[in-house]
């Protein structure tokens, strides 16, 4: 190349093709900005509807308890308590669409699901030929009084257009995914009913604390070990279980909070953010490594003897729910709530409310039934896979030992709970598979 043709190249076609490139790039970082505005749109659309229709069964659960405390046919009485199971439902699947940072998800869906589960509770009930009482009507009323005051919350926002959708990032996540204190959840009424949400925790006093009460540095020690940071000066909590809360947030948005309890200066519970988004149900070996995981933490955090249950995928985490074992006999009461973050394998969560209330060492009633006699009670129809020695709650102060089945029928999955001391069912449940993991309704 002649020196005059370089110059020319130099001059004129070196700086005609940077032109083109930052033309290119001008073009790509515009779609890129327009995709991420799509998604941003989309998402709060979504998040909108949702809250729309969560309202609408909010209104609807209202108006159906209404009618039970009016009603008098039978008939009419189930029809209605179905409509309240199915419309709890229907709540809990808007719910899902939500982000935790703007409707606390987690004390409403525990409400709405125990409503839903209360109001089926009356009507077996009803089908073994038993009458509303007093106490039911009241417990209806304050249903409904707790719905209405919901409804109202939520209906005023989304008539005032008032639905927040503010800091969605470009993929259409909440980029603060925090959750935020509630109001007023704590009023609603306590449901003690013959159920597999009943609130035993609530109701009895703790039994798995043992050992002096710790001091704040004592515990923050523990809390600063469990969550890997260094925090601050944390604060006093009462309730069943006193507790000292510590929380720390940093400048990137991450943050992290934990609670150890006053006596004993036990993990009570710890949450921290994923770093990752996967979403979709694993494959087998996947769970199963988070399942791992997640036992490994509660070995580490002196939680022994736990087996792992069953889990959801959500948000970018595996939940795993981990129940204790004794004497090869699954402790229900005594469960353990651990996630992982399913891009690192790294445990962010744990919430061991549940195992501190109830967990002690159990008499565990001799066989009257043996288990091929249980097995030989259940439906024709069904097909056992798996079969195991339970314990469950059945009030919110007893318990039952039963041979916990896992069984088919066609395409539809059963988990059935006979008795060992009657041969009598005692529960039975379906298997929801979804992508985000196995529902039991």
């Given at each position: 190349?002649?020196?005059?043709?370089?110059?020319?190249?130099?001059?004129?076609?070196?700086?005609?093709?940077?032109?083109?490139?930052?033309?290119?790039?001008?073009?790509?970082?515009a779609q890129q900005k327009?995709?991420?505005?799509?998604?941003?749109?989309?998402?709060?659309?979504?998040?909108?509807?949702?809250?729309?229709?969560?309202?609408?069964?909010?209104?609807?659960?209202?108006?159906?308890?209404?009618?039970?405390?009016?009603?008098?046919?039978?008939?009419?009485?189930?029809?209605?308590?179905?409509?309240?199971?199915?419309?709890?439902?229907?709540?809990?699947?808007?719910?899902?669409?939500?982000?935790?940072?703007?409707?606390?998800?987690?004390?409403?869906?525990?409400?709405?699901?125990?409503?839903?589960?209360?109001?089926?509770?009356?009507?077996?009930?009803?089908?073994?030929?038993?009458?509303?009482?007093?106490?039911?009507?009241?417990?209806?009323?304050?249903?409904?009084?707790?719905?209405?005051?919901?409804?109202?919350?939520?209906?005023?926002?989304?008539?005032?257009?008032?639905?927040?959708?503010?800091g969605i990032d470009a993929?259409?996540?909440?980029?603060?995914?925090?959750?935020?204190?509630?109001?007023?959840?704590?009023?609603?009424?306590?449901?003690?009913?013959?159920?597999?949400?009943?609130?035993?925790?609530?109701?009895?006093?703790?039994?798995?604390?043992?050992?002096?009460?710790?001091?704040?540095?004592?515990?923050?020690?523990?809390?600063?070990?469990?969550?890997?940071?260094?925090?601050?000066?944390?604060?006093?909590?009462?309730?069943?279980?006193?507790?000292?809360?510590?929380?720390?947030?940093?400048?990137?948005?991450?943050?992290?909070?934990?609670?150890?309890?006053?006596?004993?200066?036990?993990?009570?519970?710890?949450?921290?953010?994923?770093?990752?988004?996967?979403?979709?149900?694993?494959?087998?070996?996947?769970?199963?490594?988070?399942?791992?995981?997640?036992?490994?933490?509660?070995?580490?955090?002196?939680?022994?003897?736990?087996?792992?249950?069953?889990?959801?995928?959500?948000?970018?985490?595996?939940?795993?729910?981990?129940?204790?074992?004794?004497?090869?006999?699954?402790?229900?009461?005594?469960?353990?709530?651990?996630?992982?973050?399913?891009?690192?394998?790294?445990?962010?969560?744990?919430?061991?409310?549940?195992?501190?209330?109830?967990?002690?060492?159990?008499?565990?009633?001799?066989?009257?039934?043996?288990?091929?006699?249980?097995?030989?009670?259940?439906?024709?129809?069904?097909?056992?896979?798996?079969?195991?020695?339970?314990?469950?709650?059945?009030?919110?102060?007893?318990?039952?030992?039963?041979?916990?089945?896992?069984?088919?029928?066609?395409?539809?999955?059963?988990?059935?709970?006979?008795?060992?001391?009657?041969?009598?069912?005692?529960?039975?449940?379906?298997?929801?598979?979804?992508?985000?993991?196995?529902?039991?309704?």
């Open positions: 190349m002649s020196e005059k043709t370089q110059n020319a190249f130099q001059k004129y076609i070196i700086p005609a093709i940077l032109a083109v490139a930052l033309i290119g790039v001008i073009l790509w970082a327009a995709l991420a505005e799509s998604y941003k749109n989309l998402a709060k659309e979504s998040y909108v509807r949702a809250y729309g229709e969560l309202t609408d069964d909010l209104y609807d659960m209202e108006s159906t308890l209404s009618k039970l405390t009016a009603v008098n046919s039978p008939a009419q009485y189930v029809l209605l308590l179905d409509e309240v199971w199915r419309l709890s439902g229907s709540a809990v699947s808007h719910m899902s669409y939500l982000p935790v940072s703007h409707v606390d998800t987690a004390e409403l869906n525990q409400f709405v699901v125990r409503l839903g589960d209360y109001a089926h509770s009356l009507t077996k009930k009803a089908v073994r030929g038993g009458v509303m009482t007093e106490e039911d009507t009241n417990t209806i009323l304050q249903l409904r009084d707790s719905c209405a005051k919901l409804a109202e919350e939520y209906g005023d926002k989304y008539a005032r257009g008032d639905v927040p959708t503010e993929e259409g996540y909440f980029a603060d995914n925090k959750p935020q204190d509630s109001e007023g959840i704590s009023e609603f009424p306590t449901l003690i009913y013959d159920g597999p949400f009943s609130e035993s925790s609530e109701k009895l006093e703790p039994k798995g604390l043992s050992g002096g009460e710790v001091t704040m540095e004592q515990a923050k020690t523990v809390a600063n070990i469990i969550a890997g940071v260094t925090f601050g000066e944390g604060q006093e909590t009462g309730g069943k279980i006193p507790a000292y809360q510590f929380s720390m947030s940093n400048e990137d948005g991450t943050w992290v909070e934990a609670a150890v309890t006053k006596q004993g200066g036990k993990l009570l519970w710890y949450m921290s953010p994923c770093k990752g988004n996967t979403e979709g149900k694993p494959d087998d070996a996947e769970g199963k490594r988070y399942a791992d995981t997640a036992l490994k933490k509660l070995e580490e955090l002196g939680y022994r003897s736990m087996t792992a249950t069953y889990a959801q995928y959500y948000g970018g985490a595996a939940l795993i729910n981990c129940a204790a074992t004794q004497n090869d006999v699954i402790l229900y009461n005594d469960l353990i709530k651990v996630w992982v973050d399913r891009e690192t394998n790294e445990v962010t969560g744990v919430d061991a409310r549940n195992y501190l209330f109830s967990h002690t060492e159990r008499e565990l009633p001799e066989a009257s039934v043996t288990m091929a006699e249980a097995e030989g009670y259940l439906a024709p129809s069904l097909k056992v896979m798996e079969r195991q020695l339970a314990l469950i709650p059945i009030t919110p102060e007893t318990e039952r030992l039963c041979y916990e089945f896992k069984c088919t029928s066609g395409n539809d999955s059963y988990i059935v709970y006979i008795g060992v001391e009657t041969g009598e069912e005692e529960q039975i449940f379906k298997i929801i598979d979804s992508e985000d993991g196995q529902l039991v309704i």
